[in-house]
């Protein structure tokens, strides 16, 4: 199959390997010369240019752009584009994306690999990044059966977990696991930083080990990144950001008025609860 991607960065140079390695023509496009170069060097490629007309021949196209340029995105590439070619994004945020392109193009399939790093660009590209991980479509009452078929056979292809729902229940899922956690390990961050004992705060660095790291990785990550989550999903993230501080108050009262056993149930209930949040079923 003849695969477009527009945008080398880690998800759309992580694609860019699996597919190649898979045996398809992997025709990709990037801003900069420099990066279509390094990828058809690191032979991940069949072709790459920042020239959106590469893509001409491609019967699949991944979107795999900052969330906040995929729409202007499409509106460059979509000239170039047979209204055969099915076209599939890689955005963390479906509504927004889905209600701006589907109306205007119809072999359009909503996308998002629950994937990553704390790296960005080609440079952290890896092999295996979707393998085992969930990979989720969004299609809509007007998506063509076999426009979703296709971009199925590609996603299990890279032996991901498919999942299936409508853009809405996407973001309400994704604000509680990936866009909320965001927000509070970056508060975690800067309420730790604005610690007023200098002194303390270089101890409080120095044995900072495994909780703090975990609990801080993806506060620590691309600013750009969360600007657009919290952008583009900002009215179910409010809602659980709100939901959360219900929580925080509620812990924060139990602490107060030294009601153990009420913390107790409390962390009781959250260490059952975590395993169904993480497990993973097999491939």
Known sequence: MKIGIVGLGL???????????????????????????????????TDASPDLSLLTAAEVVFLCTPLGAIEATFNQLAPHLSPDTIVTDVGSVKQPIVAAIAPRWVNFVGGHPMAGTAESGLDAAQPQLFAGNPYVLTPIATTPPQALSTVSEVVRSLQSQLYQCPPADHDRAVAW????????????????????DQSVLELAKKLASSGFRDTSRVGGGNPELGMMMAQSNQLELLRCLELYRQSLEQTIHSIQQQNWPALEAQLNQTQHARPEFIKRPPA
Request: net charge neutral; with cysteine.
């Open 11 to 45: 998800i759309g140079g992580s694609l860019a390997i699996d597919l190649h390695a898979l045996g398809h023509t992997v025709l990709a496009s990037s801003r900069r010369a420099s990066t279509c170069q390094q990828a058809i060097a690191q032979g991940i490629v």
């Open 177 to 196: 696991i990936s866009h909320l956690p965001v927000m509070l390990s970056a508060s975690l961050l800067t309420a730790c930083i604005a610690e007023p």
